[in-house]
């Protein structure tokens, strides 16, 4: 079992920073590959990153590539989200996710087995 708890959400302006933080509490959190997804009210859930149990591989929606990296220190058994350039459109409901790697296809969300309640991002333009 693995609970994850989101942090660093908030308001920001556009052009601006943030970054999201996920803690994982239970075993093996570095056995997990772990993505970000967010759900912008009436909208579907959107993929926006994933990383490998590894940390060596990445994976990143188009509409975040080059604005957002994602990483984690297992030391810590936390995930991070590094959001710049943030535009109003990314204004959504942040939730991390964790799952067995050899389970899940990474873009898809109902494959990953474990979520974290979700943070509130609010991009003001």
Do not use: H
């Not at 997990?32 to 009210?41: D, E, I, K």
């Not at 909208?43 to 591989?57: D, L, N, P, Q, V």
């Not at 050899?102 to 873009?107: Q, T």
């Amino acid at each position: 079992q693995v609970q994850l708890v989101e942090s660093g959400g908030g308001l920001v302006q556009a052009g601006g920073s943030l970054r999201l933080s996920c803690a994982a509490s239970g075993r093996s959190f570095s056995m997990y590959t772990m993505g970000w997804f967010r759900q912008a009210p009436g909208k579907e859930r959107e993929f926006i990153a994933a990383i490998s149990w590894t940390g060596a591989r990445t994976y990143y929606a188009d509409s975040v590539k080059g604005r957002f990296t994602i990483s984690r220190d297992s030391a810590k058994n936390t995930m991070y989200l590094q959001m710049n350039s943030v535009k109003p459109e990314d204004t959504a409901v942040y939730y991390c996710a964790a799952g067995l790697a050899n389970n899940i296809v990474v873009r898809n969300w109902g494959t990953y087995n474990y979520w974290g309640q979700g943070t509130q991002v609010t991009v003001s333009s």
